[in-house]
């Protein structure tokens, strides 16, 4: 009991080594890979994204102009941000918050019209 008294009075006056998360968090790290986000007006809807991620969370329509993912498969790689032909795919700086909801991030863009033959040229 005695060896253990400096401790607990250390104990009573030193600053708490835990956090009350998710009340009080921690500062990301610089290079911390977080929740995706594409900007979607540069997204070509190419699936390259769905197709390389190894966890199979994206899901693209081409022909809808729709693009999501299931952050709670996610597993924060990268790789498909690292394969986006169009660089309009990153990830957040920041870890995510808690949550009570399962929410799908679903962005829709606009149909990329096709260019034909005797379409006017554009200026
Ligand atoms: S790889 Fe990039 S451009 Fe292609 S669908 Fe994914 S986010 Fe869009
Ligand atoms: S970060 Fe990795 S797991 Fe998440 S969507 Fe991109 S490729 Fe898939």
């Known amino acids: 009991m005695f060896d253990m008294t400096p401790n607990i009075l250390r104990n009573f006056f030193h600053k708490s080594s835990t956090r009350l998360y998710p ?36 899901t693209v329509d ?14 924060y790689c990268g790789v498909c941000v690292e394969n986006c032909p169009k660089k309009c795919l990153h990830q957040k700086n920041d870890y995510r918050k808690p949550v009570t909801d399962k929410e799908i991030i679903f962005m829709k863009g606009e149909t990329k019209k096709k260019k034909c033959e005797g379409d006017p040229q554009e200026t």
């Not at 900007?39 to 390259?48: L, N, P, Q, S």
């Not at 102009?65 to 498969?73: E, K, L, N, R, S």
């Open 62 to 75: 081409t022909k809808e102009a729709t693009w999501q993912c299931d952050p709670f498969v996610c597993v």
């Open 23 to 58: 009340k009080e968090t921690r500062q990301a790290f610089g290079n911390a890979r977080g929740e995706l986000y594409n900007e979607i007006e540069a997204c070509i809807f190419c699936r390259t994204c769905a197709r390389k991620c190894p966890s199979q969370c994206i």
